[in-house]
């Protein structure tokens, strides 16, 4: 009877203890759980304190995108004297010991939820931001995250220093403050690393005639790679490359209904490649890990008509593209063209746009470049100067006719988004939309897995 009686007593002393622990680890939990208003993703270790909660609920948070902490974020992360309260010592479930986090009001049942990017709890009626959001406690609203990129500046030359490409750090300057200007309203921002005086060239040759081949790609990612969390920027000479006349001529013959035969001659072509010329070129894309240039004086663009004479000669105004390398961190950014293809050869003229449509489905989005629903089917800026009118002022809208191959007719007006960074047309002021914008920041935390630093 008295050993029974200790048993029962034993047993029941060991239940207890268990029983204060579980509670004690499972109440800290869903404390922690319910008190914390800003959102909390994998960067915090207590994220997985709040994994196990909500596990314990049958429904584990999803993986979560990369979300970085600015230092507006880590100002918000500072208790002030309103929050002053009881500190809350969490045990060590994650390897983490004594890590204290600041105690609000309880909160009503279910106001802590799994969202995309994290777990939040909202006891004070706060808006529920998302993952790459802050909450700012001036305005009341959410406001994204300030993504900053550091850019490091490279210039080339061939491997014997001949041709260094053309620029300086003024230069350089000077589009990266323009880059800045235009992603402003994304919440992404370019560092410039300080350039050395004198600014040496790497002697790459491959780098310095860089023209999007195989060979050229796969040696300026080389390269790129080993400085993974830098967005670089390699500025290069390049080369040019022109058709001219040769000695050869071409012969053709045509027969009229009366069957006289008409000879006729045309001189040939053949494609001349001159290294001394400077490109006036960039290029990025998504996969890559840098963005090419060209020299500062190098490139050029048409925004303005200035004259059309009586005799239709027209009189542009071409200026330096200073837009250019926001054009380029775009495509680095997984954005395409709001224009269909690399260029805008294809549909350069009403007749050539009409048959890229015809030929292509017969429907307006033919001519949409990118896919997306906030940036209008785009039919070039070249189209517009071959009509003779102004890029940026005037003509809205462009009405192409046609007939498709089964004999469908179609008639559609395009009104291109002429201030849309995507496209050729170079007119102030320069944007992108919010689905660009949203595309733009996800290649961001995509490249920040890869090791880009973006804080």
């Known amino acids: 009877m008295l050993k029974e009686k200790r048993f029962l007593l034993v047993a029941a002393t060991g239940l207890f203890v268990i029983f204060t622990l579980f509670s004690a680890q499972l109440f800290s939990t869903i404390a922690f759980t319910r008190r914390f208003t800003e959102l909390v993703n994998d960067d915090n270790p207590n994220y997985y304190l709040m994994q196990q909660a909500f596990a314990q609920e049958g429904n584990t948070p999803p993986t979560l995108p990369f979300t970085p902490f600015s230092q507006q974020q880590e100002q918000e992360a500072v208790p002030g004297e309103e929050q002053q309260g009881q500190q809350l010592t969490l045990a060590n479930q994650t390897g983490l010991a004594n890590d204290t986090l600041q ?3 309880i909160p009503e049942p279910g106001e802590c939820e ?50 260094p490409a053309d620029i300086n750090a003024d230069q350089v300057r000077q589009w990266v403050d323009k880059a800045n200007q235009i992603f402003a309203p994304a919440y992404i921002q370019f560092k410039l690393d300080p350039i050395p005086d004198p600014w040496d060239p ?39 490359i022109v058709l001219e006349p040769d000695t050869g001529q071409d012969t053709g013959t045509s027969t009229t209904e009366d069957e006289t035969t008409t000879t006729t001659t045309t001189p040939t072509t053949t494609q001349v490649r001159h290294d001394d010329w400077h490109t006036g070129n960039g290029y990025s894309d998504k996969g890559l890990k840098f963005v090419a240039m060209p020299g500062f004086e190098h490139t050029g663009t048409i925004i303005g008509l200035t004259h059309l004479g009586t005799s239709g000669i027209p009189d542009w105004n071409g200026v330096q593209n200073i837009w250019l390398l926001s054009h380029e961190i775009g495509h680095y950014l997984n954005l395409q063209h709001t224009f269909p ?19 292509h489905g017969g429907l307006p989005s033919a001519l949409d470049g990118d896919g997306l629903s906030d940036t209008p089917p785009d039919p070039c800026k070249d189209l517009y100067i071959n009509q003779l009118w102004d890029p940026c002022v005037g003509h809205d809208s462009v009405t192409i006719t046609g007939v498709t191959s089964d004999g469908m007719s179609f008639s559609y007006d395009f009104a291109p988004d002429r201030h849309n960074r995507m496209s050729y047309f170079d007119c102030d002021p320069m944007g992108f939309t919010p689905m660009q914008i949203d595309k733009m920041r996800e290649a961001l935390r995509s490249k920040a897995q890869e090791g880009l630093s973006i804080r």
């Not at 305005?139 to 030359?157: D, N």
């Open 114 to 163: 799994k969202v995309p990017g994290g777990i939040i709890c909202d006891p004070e009626g706060k808006p529920r931001c998302r993952g790459d959001e802050i909450f700012d406690k001036t305005t009341g609203q959410c406001e994204k995250v300030v993504y900053t990129v550091h850019i490091l500046a490279i210039r080339t030359a061939d491997k014997d220093g001949k041709r």
């Open 202 to 240: 790497l002697p790459n040759t491959v780098i310095n005639n860089f023209d999007a081949s195989g060979a050229a790609l796969e040696e300026a990612n080389r390269v790129a790679s080993q400085f993974p969390d830098k967005l670089v920027v390699f500025f290069r000479h390049g080369y040019v």
């Open 341 to 359: 293809g690399n260029n805008c050869e294809d549909i350069e003229t009403r007749a050539k746009a009409s048959g890229y449509i015809a030929s």
């Open 103 to 105: 105690l609000r009001g």
